[in-house]
Each structure stands twice: as structure tokens, then as C-alpha cells.
């Protein structure tokens, strides 16, 4: 005869209890806590022994800095949900920085709770459908584990449209904006441009359309010992954008300051919306776009350096 285990008893559903079922399901609640755990995972490694802090060095810093900003977005969340828009965007950005800013997102983990966080919460609404909130974290996770040859692969020969018809610089020259937007980003990979004097290996980056202020251009002339100077209050760029760069420099909203270069490339495809960059600076081997439109555009002849 087989006996069975005595039921647990059930926690009594007193008013404080209630209380806090009424107040969770006014919030995104579930979204908040997976963004204060992915933070907290991230503070697990540098909040350890100081030997282990000195050894990781600015990763460690970095991870610092965003499991305290993932906690604290969670917090928003719990506490103002009115802001979850705002919160959710700028705790994705944080989340998918970790991966190349520190120790490769707190191994995965907590960039992947970042990533489920941040979405839920912009998914979330009071009441009706949750589907968009539940939806987003996988679309994005199985966006992360995209392999990245085929990236590369899509950047050497996009389809339906033949590469560039010009032959780039062999001496990109050098680029520089206080405020860099682009909208419709995605990482396109690295590729091989064609030049005068061989294949340059540059980052493709691929967007609908781009703004960049006081833009500033300096190359070098080949038939000449000089150089020239190309500048503008404002640049748009339309349509099918395309930058082919060797080395790019820039601050994230101001804040997380970055270099990336062909060799490297932060591995996560996914690049969030409504990200601005500030301080650019890029050395530009070519741009495409549909239109380009320049406000206050100068050209002038430079001393050779």
C-alpha cells in the first residue's frame, strides 16, 4: 500500500498579501526583478576577492557600472512604471554592451536576464495581451545567437544589390562629429574592399539613414602634398546607408565611450534603437547612400601634415 505525502499546508491569503498582488500586477513586476538579477549576477565576479578585481581590470570597472544601472533600471520599473519605455531602451543598450564592455556579459547570464528584462518591460502593459512581452526576449536571445559568419557573408555580397562601383582609398581618411544617429542600425559584419592597392579589411555598417553634427572630413590628396578639408554644420544620409570604416571611436549616449576596428568587432548583432554616439571619430574608407544632404558644406585646401 503506498502511502502518500501530507499536502503542504497553503500560506493564508491575508490582506497584506493581497495587498501585494493587487500592487505587482499594476507594474512590470517580473520584468523589474529580471533586470535587478541580471544586474546583480553581473556584480558577482568583481565584487570578489581584490585579486580577482585587479586581474579584471576596466572589465571589472565596467561591470560595476552596469549591474548597478540594470538594478537600479529594474527598480524604475517596479517603482515608475510610467517611464518602462525609456527604462526598458536604455537598459537593452546596457545589457548587449556588457557582452564586449565586460566579462562577456557576466558569462551570458546576465546579459541574457538584461536582455529578457528590458523586454518584458517594454512589452508590458496594464492589462490586455501580454504576447508582445513575452515574444520579445526570444526574439532578441535567438537574434544573439545568430551566427555571426553569416553576417559576414551577407556584408561581402548583399542580396540583390552589387558592390561598390568605386575603388576605395588605400588611406581612409579621417572623420570626426560631436553627435552621431543612425536609425534603422544593424552590424553588417567585417568585409574586404577593393583598392588601388589591394583589399582593405573595414567594418560594413548598415542603417536606413544616418544625421551626424559638425561633421569633418581631412584626407589626403594622391596628387598632391597637401590635404583637403570637407566640413558641415549638419550631414543626412537617406535611403540604402552604407559605411565601410577602418577604426571607429565613439561615446554611447554620451556615457560608455568605445573603439571598434575590424579585429574587434563586439559580437552581439543586435544593435538597439534610438542609440546615439557623441565624440565620433572614424577613419571612413567609403559611404553610400541614397541622398546625402549637407548643411554649411565647405571645401578647403590644407597644409600637408
Given amino acids: 500500500m503506498l502511502l502518500r505525502p501530507p499536502a503542504l499546508p497553503r500560506l493564508p491569503d491575508g490582506p497584506a498579501r493581497?495587498?501585494?498582488r493587487s500592487w505587482r500586477r499594476t507594474r512590470p513586476f517580473w520584468a523589474g526583478t529580471l533586470l535587478v538579477l541580471g544586474g546583480t549576477e553581473l556584480l558577482v565576479v568583481p565584487l570578489?576577492?581584490?585579486t580577482v578585481l585587479v586581474s579584471l581590470g576596466l572589465g571589472g570597472l565596467a561591470a560595476l557600472g552596469i549591474g548597478l544601472a540594470l538594478i537600479a533600471a529594474g527598480l524604475f520599473l517596479w517603482f515608475l512604471?510610467?517611464?518602462?519605455?525609456?527604462?526598458s531602451v536604455n537598459a537593452l543598450i546596457?545589457?548587449?554592451l556588457s557582452f564586449a564592455a565586460t566579462n562577456l556579459g557576466g558569462f551570458l547570464v546576465g546579459m541574457a536576464l538584461g536582455i529578457a528584462g528590458s523586454a518584458m518591460g517594454f512589452g508590458w502593459t496594464p492589462r490586455g495581451d501580454r504576447t508582445l512581452a513575452v515574444a520579445l526576449p526570444a526574439v532578441l536571445l535567438t537574434a544573439l545567437a545568430g551566427p555571426s559568419a553569416d553576417r559576414a557573408e551577407a556584408a561581402e555580397?548583399?542580396?540583390?544589390?552589387?558592390?561598390?562601383?568605386?575603388?576605395?582609398?588605400?588611406?581612409?581618411?579621417?572623420?570626426?562629429?560631436?553627435r552621431f544617429s543612425p536609425h534603422g542600425f544593424t552590424l553588417a559584419g567585417v568585409s574586404r574592399l577593393p583598392t588601388a592597392e589591394g583589399r582593405l579589411k573595414v567594418i560594413v555598417l548598415k542603417m536606413r539613414a544616418a544625421s551626424l553634427s559638425d561633421y569633418r572630413l581631412r584626407t589626403r590628396d594622391?596628387?598632391?602634398?597637401?590635404?583637403?578639408?570637407?566640413?558641415a554644420r549638419s550631414?543626412?544620409?537617406?535611403?540604402?546607408?552604407?559605411l565601410h570604416l577602418t577604426r571607429f571611436h565613439g561615446c554611447l549616449e554620451g556615457l560608455l565611450c568605445l573603439t571598434f576596428s575590424p579585429d574587434t568587432l563586439p559580437a552581439p548583432p543586435v544593435i538597439p534603437p534610438f542609440v546615439f554616439m557623441t565624440d565620433v571619430t572614424a577613419e571612413q574608407a567609403l559611404v553610400t547612400a541614397d541622398t546625402i544632404t549637407a548643411d554649411g558644406l565647405e571645401l578647403r585646401a590644407l597644409p600637408g601634415a
Avoid at 544589390?161 to 588605400?170: C, D, L, Q, Y
Fill in 235 to 242: 550631414l543626412e544620409l537617406r535611403g540604402e546607408v552604407t
Fill in 94 to 96: 546596457l545589457s548587449v
Fill in 48 to 50: 570578489s576577492p581584490v
Fill in 222 to 231: 594622391g596628387r598632391a602634398a597637401g590635404q583637403l578639408g570637407l566640413g
Fill in 81 to 87: 512604471p510610467s517611464a518602462r519605455h525609456y527604462v
Fill in 18 to 20: 493581497r495587498r501585494f
Fill in 157 to 178: 555580397a548583399p542580396p540583390g544589390r552589387p558592390g561598390p562601383p568605386v575603388t576605395a582609398s588605400a588611406t581612409p581618411p579621417s572623420v570626426t562629429a560631436s
